[in-house]
């Protein structure tokens, strides 16, 4: 059943909940996971945040980095000149530029 104009406003509202909350989960978990080394399992987690939508400095950052403990440096590339590109003043800049030059020399 399709929804009136009426009803739209609301659930245009929760789904952005919706989808709000699975991305803060998946950002949560790929983070804990990649503190406790399981890089694989974080890509997976926050690679599914970033296909939803989230593009944040910790999700480009942590999800260049665990692809480059997997040894994938071109999603490592990827994912880094992104970040850098998107967010030039945020606090791990100049590593993920190391991490860039390093895979490039």
């Known amino acids: 059943e399709k929804l009136d104009d009426s009803q739209r406003p ?43 939508g989230a593009k944040t400095p910790a999700v480009l950052y942590y999800l260049g980095r665990a692809y480059d403990w997997n040894s994938d440096h071109e999603n490592t590339l990827k994912y880094l000149r992104e970040y850098v590109a998107e967010y030039p003043d945020d606090e791990n800049v100049e590593i993920a530029d190391q991490i860039i030059y390093n895979i490039m020399n």
Do not use: P
């Open 10 to 52: 609301y659930y245009e509202q929760l789904n952005e909940f919706i989808q709000s909350t699975l991305n803060n989960n998946l950002i949560n978990q790929g983070l804990e996971q990649y503190n406790n080394e399981q890089y694989s399992d974080a890509v997976n987690s926050l690679l599914a945040a970033y296909n939803n």
